[in-house]
């Protein structure tokens, strides 16, 4: 069983940056992915930044490319998200999430539907 755990949401003025950490209890096989995601009330998740934990590829979505980047620190088992240049857009609630071992399309890698493990949500909001 794989448990996440989510810290460093926040406020953050636009142009700014913010970083997220995700601790992964448990442990991870080879084939799954860990990654961030995000939903505003009323509108269906969306997955942002992705890492494939074989071989540490990553799956960005458009929105966020070249500003958003996912590490991962295989000592401490945990997965951040670092936000640079932060837009009010990217105010939203943001999950940490994992799969069980499975191999998934590049379009398959940014649907929340293809994870089932999941954090409590950190809320962040960026203020124009």
């Known amino acids: 069983q794989v448990q996440l755990v989510e810290s460093g949401g926040g406020s953050v003025q636009a142009g700014g940056s913010l970083t997220l950490s995700c601790e992964v209890s448990?442990?991870?096989?080879?084939?799954?992915?860990l990654g961030w995601f995000r939903q505003t009330p009323g509108k269906e998740r969306e997955g942002v930044v992705v890492?494939?934990?074989?071989?540490?590829?990553?799956y960005t979505a458009d929105s966020v490319k070249g500003r958003f980047f996912i590490s991962r620190d295989h000592t401490k088992n945990t997965v951040s998200l670092r936000m640079k240049s932060v837009k009010p857009e990217d105010t939203d609630v943001y999950y940490c999430?994992?799969?069980?071992?499975?191999?998934?399309?590049?379009?398959?890698?940014?649907?929340?539907?293809?994870?089932?493990?999941w954090g409590q949500g950190n809320q962040v909001t960026v203020s124009s």
């Open positions: 448990g442990s991870l096989n080879r084939n799954t992915y």
């Open positions: 999430a994992a799969t069980q071992p499975r191999l998934l399309t590049s379009k398959q890698v940014l649907d929340p539907r293809s994870y089932d493990y």
């Open positions: 890492l494939d934990t074989d071989g540490d590829f990553t």
